[in-house]
Each structure stands twice: as structure tokens, then as C-alpha cells.
């Protein structure tokens, strides 16, 4: 069975750019989250989509928007970059019920210049 | 105050000492997950629990939602268990939303041989 895949695993921008990052959960798996992790702030909820709506958003501007398809692929975005968005992020995939627990992906370690 | 609190936040362990690391929560859950994450980024989801103890090899992590708060404890520590051990929080979500995750800052375990 597959597991979560991230792509990008590595990616490198100049501030002011955007960055689109892709996650195809496990088969089957209906929800998609975000998450991001800096050593500062540690892990962080960034969204989450279910059945491609978003059901829930974290404490982030708008430069971070996110959106799900309809086989349950999901991508998230970061307009106008900035040195602070440098971190891994991390999805994870779940069935979408109360009772399913997580898969986590590899994440993406972004670095902004 | 953080809404999800770890303790300790480092722990040095000789190879084959009983582990353990605590978690308290001041939030409303439906679940506490235990994760795991080594070097290099990769999260593995240990437990889920909402009520109880759960075992999985030399792994035990107990629930006690009265008090709000979990423990993981390790038996027979090995050096291949020096990760960093994040407690996490899923608030409630509804339909097939599994809600936000909330995080612990995490535990950095170091076994030495």
C-alpha cells in the first residue's frame, strides 16, 4: 500500500516568489492536512480538506491557501514569499473519520532566499 | 499558556532504562496522538487513543481524559529509539472533518549504547 507522497522532497525560492507543493494521500483516504514546522514554532495546522472543502484553517494570512481534487490529491500554495516561510511541511492523510488516525508524509523543506 | 504541554523536553537515557514522557492538554478532544519523528523530517504516528492504554511492542502510551493528560513510556530502551516524541491533540471535529491537530513542542529522547 503506498504511503503519503510529498513532491517536492526539496525546494529553493527567492522572497516575493510563490510555491505550489503537492500531496497524494493513501488510497482510499478522503482528508488531507497541512502542517507547518519551523524550530521556532514547532508543529503548526495549517488546513485541512475533506471531500475537496476545506473544513478547518489554522492561524495563517491568506498568502497560504490550499485546495483538493477530486481523487482526493491535494496541493497548497504560498504567494509572496518570505524568509519566514522557510520550514518543512508536512501532510498527512486520514479515512476522514473520528476513528482513523494519521499518515504523514516526508514533507517538503522549503528555503526562501 | 500552550494548549498542549510536553514534559521533559530532553531526555538522555542509558540503552535498556524505562522511559517515560508526559503530556497535559487544556483543550476539548476527541483524541491524543503520540507521533514519532527521527532526523531528516519523517513523522510516524505511534498511537491514537481517546480513552485507556494501547501497547504496541515495547511501546505503552494511557489516556486519562478526567485529568487531561497521557504518558508514553518506553520498556527496554534501544539506542534505535532516539527520536523527537511529539503529543498531539485532534479538537472536535464533525461530518468527516478529523478537526485541528494540536501540538506539543515535543520530547527530544537520546538513548546511549
Known amino acids: 500500500k503506498a504511503g503519503v507522497t510529498q513532491t517536492p522532497r526539496y525546494l529553493i525560492k527567492t522572497r516575493g516568489q510563490q510555491v505550489t507543493l503537492s500531496c497524494s494521500p493513501i488510497s482510499g483516504h478522503r482528508s488531507v492536512s497541512w502542517y507547518q514546522q519551523t524550530p521556532g514554532q514547532g508543529l503548526q495546522f495549517l488546513f485541512e480538506?475533506?471531500?475537496?472543502?476545506?473544513?478547518n484553517k489554522g492561524n495563517f494570512p491568506g498568502r497560504f491557501s490550499g485546495r483538493q481534487f477530486s481523487n482526493s490529491r491535494s496541493e497548497m500554495n504560498v504567494s509572496t514569499l518570505e524568509l519566514g516561510d522557510s520550514a518543512l511541511y508536512l501532510c498527512?492523510?486520514?479515512?476522514?473519520?473520528?476513528?482513523?488516525?494519521?499518515?504523514f508524509g516526508s514533507g517538503t523543506r522549503l528555503t526562501v532566499v | 499558556k500552550n494548549e498542549v504541554e510536553q514534559s521533559p523536553q530532553n531526555l538522555t537515557a542509558q540503552e535498556g532504562e524505562f522511559i517515560t514522557i508526559n503530556c497535559s492538554y487544556s483543550?476539548?478532544?476527541?483524541?491524543l496522538h503520540w507521533l514519532q519523528q527521527h532526523p531528516g523530517g519523517g513523522i510516524v504516528s505511534l498511537f491514537m487513543?481517546?480513552?485507556g492504554k494501547k501497547k504496541h511492542g515495547r511501546l505503552i502510551a494511557t489516556i486519562n481524559i478526567q485529568e487531561k493528560h497521557s504518558s508514553l513510556h518506553i520498556t527496554a530502551s534501544h539506542p534505535r529509539d532516539s527520536a523527537v516524541y511529539i503529543c498531539a491533540v485532534s479538537t472536535r471535529g464533525y461530518g468527516g472533518s478529523q478537526g485541528n491537530l494540536i501540538f506539543g513542542k515535543g520530547t527530544k529522547l537520546s538513548v546511549k549504547p
Open positions: 498527512a492523510s486520514s479515512p476522514g473519520t473520528q476513528t482513523g488516525g494519521y499518515t
Open positions: 483543550v476539548g478532544i476527541s483524541a
Open positions: 487513543l481517546s480513552s
Open positions: 480538506y475533506f471531500s475537496e472543502t476545506q473544513r
